[in-house]
């Protein structure tokens, strides 16, 4: 795509990177068949081509974001799917994220707009006030047709059941074992995570425990900054993002780290571009670059490093199950990670099998269902009939974002692949299983 930047302008780091993804774009157009948002709309400006251009218009032209750009913009999933499909390598996902940044300093929104972003951008990146907001939601849940429909759209999807933890906290989990740990990473336990799913962590921590491996989880590490990020909250997504870089480097330096378990795909995609990120700041550069160099998704982990050892300690493990394998967008198209977690499946003898139209987005991404909750619940429709033509006893999943879109379509016990991999290793049954 032909550009017209003017040198002043390509002396901004963002719009220099920018420039050179938009003149890789040979606008074909491939990338609307597989984009959820134009699948659904139509409209060639809810398509990742017309975003682009868009977003070019804005910079080029140094415009402030409009009512029109705004909306195409903010239907946006953030899903990458165009990603995986482009032929020409081009990276969306960095466009958009320069695209909100701009969006973000040059419109402004409506009161009730910036008042739920707000909120939002608050509330679930911090554990402490999103376990408080979340009880205080059980209380007027049974009063939510008083509100208005966007914060009706957010009580309904929040949890009513809140697991109890079952591992203490701890700063360094140790192997239990005489022996010398093969090896020590740092955990991301996540913000909303572990309140909704602890026995998500617990099961990480468990099962690299048991093969020897230590596992390390910073106190004050919380977001890995992406839920800001992609609204567009600069600010408050790089103060998490330096807390971050700085105590794992701190971390890797003082007592030595192999990976860092990202165990939330969503979250290791940000982790992993840390490095692009702060390419030109010169006190993060190297740490940030670091950071993402050891980031691994706990299934890409387990399958690099991990001789796992498979074992019978359960009768229900005698029966075969069918399992449906929803492979977070994040995962897939974020991290190109998707042979590797179904292929663990398959080691514990079950039947995986992949969802039909599994490249399309299930429509959690992030805050996406809580801010565009009307297409986010066309997406989840379309997924809970793709999943219900295998007919699965029960999803697995790698994000927690999924995890809690699904459920809210669906009876199907949905969990994290983590979870499965822990039992069929020692670890205990999943409770949402139990009557399997
Ligand atoms: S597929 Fe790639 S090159 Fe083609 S229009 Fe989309 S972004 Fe541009
Ligand atoms: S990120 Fe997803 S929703 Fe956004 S343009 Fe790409 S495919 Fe479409």
Redesign the pocket.
């Known amino acids: 795509m032909e550009t017209h930047f003017s040198k002043e302008q390509l002396k901004d780091k963002d719009n220099k990177s920018s420039e050179k993804i938009i003149r ?8 609307n068949t597989t984009c959820p948002t134009y699948d659904l709309l139509r409209d060639e400006l809810d398509g ?2 017309g975003r ?1 251009y868009l977003i070019k218009d804005m910079l080029e032209n140094n415009k402030p974001a409009n009512d029109k750009i705004v909306k195409h913009i903010d239907r946006c999933l953030s899903c990458y799917s ?1 990603m995986t ?4 390598g ?1 990276n ?1 996902m960095h466009i958009i994220d320069h695209g909100r940044n701009h969006i973000e300093k040059t419109y402004k929104r409506s009161l009730s707009d910036r008042f739920v972003r707000s909120f939002l951008s608050k509330v679930l990146p911090n554990s402490i006030y999103f376990r408080i907001i979340a009880k205080l939601v059980l209380l007027i849940k049974p009063f939510q047709f008083i509100f208005p429909k966007k914060i009706r759209e957010m009580i309904k999807l929040m949890p009513i059941r809140f697991p109890k933890k079952t591992l203490p906290n701890m700063k360094v989990y140790k192997t239990n074992k005489r022996k010398k740990p093969v090896a020590r990473v740092a955990l991301l336990t996540g913000c909303v995570q572990k309140v909704i799913s602890p026995q998500i962590n617990e099961s990480t921590i468990r099962l690299l425990n048991r093969h020897g491996i230590e596992v390390v989880v910073s106190k004050n590490i919380e977001c890995c900054g992406s839920l800001n990020h992609h609204l567009g909250k600069s600010d408050l997504a790089h103060q998490a993002f330096k807390n971050n870089i700085s105590i794992w480097y701190d971390e890797y330096l003082k007592n030595g780290l192999d990976a860092i378990i990202s165990n939330t795909s969503g979250c290791g995609t940000t982790l992993k571009d840390y490095g692009f990120i702060f390419r030109t700041d010169k006190d993060f550069k190297k740490k940030a670059k670091k950071i993402s160099e050891l980031t691994k998704d706990i299934s890409e982990y387990l399958d690099d490093n991990v001789k796992l050892n498979f074992i019978q300690n359960d009768k229900a493990m005698d029966k075969e199950y069918k399992i449906a394998y929803h492979s977070a967008c994040s995962m897939q198209h974020g991290q190109k990670i998707h042979e590797v977690p179904i292929n663990l499946i398959k080691k514990t003898g079950n039947q995986v099998f992949d969802i039909p139209d599994g490249h399309f987005c299930c429509g959690s991404a992030g805050t996406y269902n809580l801010i565009q909750a009307d297409i986010a619940k066309k997406l989840l429709k379309n997924k809970i009939f793709n999943i219900d033509k295998i007919k699965p006893e029960f999803i697995l999943t790698g994000n927690i974002g999924c995890i809690t879109q699904i459920a809210q379509g669906t009876k199907i016990p949905i969990l994290h692949t983590v979870e499965i991999i822990d039992w069929y290793t020692g670890g205990p049954k999943p409770k949402i299983l139990k009557n399997l």
């Open positions: 890789k774009c040979v606008h074909c157009g491939m990338c990742p081509r682009i165009c499909t482009c032929p020409s081009v969306y």
